[in-house]
Antibody
Framework: EVRLVESGGGLVQPGGSLRLSCEASGFTITSSWMHWVRQAPGKGLVWISRINTDGATTNYADSVKGRFTISRDTAKNTVYLQMNSLRVEDTAVYYC??????????WGQGTLVTVSS | QSALTQPASVSGSPGQSITISCTGASSDIGGYNYVSWYQQHPGKAPKLMIYDVSDRPSGVSNRFSGSKSGNTASLTISGLQAEDEADYYC??????????FGGGTKLTVL
């Protein structure tokens, strides 16, 4: 059974950093693109980043480029989202998903990131 | 990259059909057959309903169908059921090698 479990969310001050993890089971992350999307409270989904099957290609939305970094540890079958220089507007539930590069067929349940002083 | 444009809300009665539109540009919807649709119930993770414009994942009801014409994609739900009440989001691959979502459409089953 495919399962994705996000963790690492919490409360952080503006300008701070946080690293989110997405532990995968039921498949290997080397066989799928992995995506991060977020959803601010009461708002819609926003695509953030993706990493390809060999880890050599990463893409980012303009809103996070230069501040967020997607990476992975194949031994742990886990994908990460390192978030630096956090802003109040980064407050959201962050979901990871797997799939081809164009969409995600499975999503985790999300982890909440709150950026506030 | 601007978000795709969806109507904020649509509604229909049980048994009826509804269509949700998703308008983009030649750099996203119009340029690629990589449009997907997601359903999201309150407090839940998104669920993939349609991918590559019109393909349905295994397990998704054939009441859900997708299409595209030019820069606009559409999701049609036929035989509307109470459980279909949810938020629906379209998404597309773009020429910038990123993905973009629509703003979401709230479907109300009357």
């Amino acid at each position: 059974e495919v399962r994705l479990v996000e963790s690492g969310g919490g409360l952080v001050q503006p300008g701070g950093s946080l690293r989110l993890s997405c532990e995968a089971s039921g498949f290997t992350i080397t066989s799928s693109w992995m995506h991060w999307v977020r959803q601010a409270p009461g708002k819609g989904l926003v695509w953030i980043s993706r990493i390809n099957t060999d880890g050599a290609t990463t893409n980012y939305a303009d809103s996070v480029k230069g501040r967020f970094t997607i990476s992975r540890d194949t031994a742990k079958n886990t994908v990460y989202l390192q978030m630096n220089s956090l802003r109040v507007e980064d407050t959201a539930v962050y979901y990871c998903g797997r799939g081809p590069g164009s969409h995600s067929d499975y999503w985790g349940q999300g982890t909440l990131v709150t950026v506030s002083s | 990259q601007s978000a795709l444009t969806q109507p904020a809300s649509v509604s229909g009665s049980p048994g009826q059909s509804i269509t949700i539109s998703c308008t983009g540009a030649s750099s996203d919807i119009g340029g690629y057959n990589y449009v997907s649709w997601y359903q999201q119930h309150p407090g839940k993770a998104p669920k993939l309903m349609i991918y590559d414009v019109s393909d349905r994942p295994s397990g998704v009801s054939n009441r859900f169908s997708g299409s595209k014409s030019g820069n606009t994609a559409s999701l049609t739900i036929s035989g509307l059921q109470a459980e279909d009440e949810a938020d629906y989001y379209c998404s597309s691959y773009t020429s910038s090698r990123i993905l973009v979502f629509g703003g979401g459409t709230k479907l109300t089953v009357l």
